[in-house]
DNA sequence: TCAATGCTTCGATTAACATCGAACCATGAA
DNA sequence: TTCATGGTTCGATGTTAATCGAAGCATTGA
């Protein structure tokens, strides 16, 4: 009838609350098995079989078989971002599934988006990356400049290591709480690696919260050049 | 039971095959009345009216009375902005609704988004921008210079008249076709109306495709600076 | 080979919702 | 007022699909 992409095939896929719930998991960057997800959507495994069946033939998320278990994993950046505009959306017609608590607080402040750091903090990485010319913009992609891979360098980030797999070094993903934009692509998962390997910050895999530990967060603010921690 | 905002909800919003035609409808940014949406997706009047409700409370689209018509428009950029993601993760999946035709290639060329140009075209328009220094990027957001103004008020467009409005003056929107970035927000719009009353291009607002004549197309080459016509 | 675990397939049930006919309201024109 | 048109509401129907119990594979470990 219509031209273009079947827009509403994968709309619906995501559509369902319990694909939903599993796709809301997955955005914490870690494979989850079958199991594991139905768990996360309340369901039965029989159930969550066949969800994630659909949600793979609509190229949302990659299995991935290890033994007698079946990991899957967000198929790129792009189905984060995706999932983090909806989630942008949502908030803005105050559609909220539960009142804002003390959780949502801290997910504002910092959680893990798909495999990086989202939320206040991590829009303030980014915007200092971009102020101090260590990433720039180069139509619409974002490129590493010089200055910025001494940097990444020095914090103990190899960028040429990174550069070798098919994914994008920089990119960029939409923030639902900030409604601007963070740091992706394996530079931003690099970042967030770095972060908990200097035992500045935790991830809790479960609800996606990162909390900074103090002296974290004050290196944190260093790092970006920040006065307030 | 999960943190953050309610994505299926949304998501089973757009998911419906009626209301995605009406969507995608929207997405030439045209306000369209009841009955027309009610054609576009294929469906009664009265079935289009149950889902137009459905929408408006979803804070998709928007409600506009006038005499004893109904116009329907989408909220704003940033619902055209996740229409558009979904498309590319539909297209990159290979669910196109239709084979690629004619009309694709021409879609995939120039077409409209929400209001303002899409497609190669489109994309080119933006990069041409960035690399001249007509806009550029602060942090999340994207910032018309000075050298930027001066270059729209030549073109004969009044940067400073259209700041007035909430709506923010430059934004930018990922592209389906390209996957990249394209110029949205009053700007955008203001560059897409300029096209028309130059009579270098025609909005068909049915398919969304934009034409340009061989002269316009010259004269675009020549704003952005391109070599090929 | 046997047992246990993780996942898939099949079948039946159930609930949600898209759809439309018909009647009902509101606006504008004659 | 009367008529026509655009839109909404209501009720009934039909289809879709989510759900889970039970049985079936597959892989691992003993």
Redesign the pocket.
Known sequence: MKEGPDIARIA?LIG???RANMLGALMSGKAL???ELAAEAG????????????LEGGGLVH?RKQ?????FSLTGSDVAAVLEGLMGLAAGAGHLRTRTGPKDAALRRARLCYNHLAGDMGTRLFDSLIARGHLRRDGGDLVLTEAGAVFAHDFGIDPDGLRTGRAALCRECLDWSERRSHLAGSLGRAFMCRFEELGWARADRTNRVVTFAPHGARQFAALIGSADA
């Open positions: 619906a369902d609350p319990a098995t079958a199991s369901i039965t495994l029989q159930t969550a079989s066949s969800h994630l069946a659909k299995p033994g007698r278990h079946k990991y």
